[in-house]
């Protein structure tokens, strides 16, 4: 079992950015897929992008790639989202959530555990 804390969000400009942070508690944590996901009001919880076990693979949803960079630190449980070039669309509340598997990367439903969240708002 896996317990995660983001932290890190808060009020941006268009164009800014801001780095995201999800701190992992157990000794359990390299054995995870780390995804990043989040949701707009009125919207279904959304996928953003995702990082193998060994950090070897990233995956990101079309909406943020080349904005968007995860980054996994197995030595000391966190796993980041630095974001670029932030939009007015990108403000939700963002989670952090771990999986056991690759294969679905992208599927909330594959997550096992989740964080409570941390909102990101951009303003135009």
């Known amino acids: 079992q896996v317990q995660l804390v983001e932290s890190g969000g808060g009020l941006v400009q268009a164009g800014g950015s801001l780095t995201l942070s999800c701190a992992a508690s157990?000794?359990?944590?390299?054995?995870?897929?780390m995804g990043w996901f989040r949701q707009a009001p009125g919207k279904e919880r959304e996928f953003v992008g995702a990082?193998?076990?060994?950090?070897?693979?990233?995956r990101y949803a079309d909406s943020v790639n080349g904005r968007f960079t995860i980054s996994r630190d197995n030595s000391k449980a966190t796993v980041n989202l630095q974001m670029n070039s932030l939009k007015p669309e990108d403000t939700a509340v963002y989670y952090c959530?771990?999986?056991?598997?690759?294969?679905?990367?992208?599927?909330?439903?594959?997550?096992?555990?989740w964080g409570q969240g941390t909102q990101v708002t951009v303003s135009s």
């Open positions: 959530a771990a999986a056991l598997e690759w294969n679905s990367y992208s599927d909330r439903t594959s997550y096992n555990y």
């Open positions: 157990g000794r359990t944590f390299s054995s995870y897929v």
């Open positions: 990082v193998t076990r060994n950090t070897l693979f990233t």
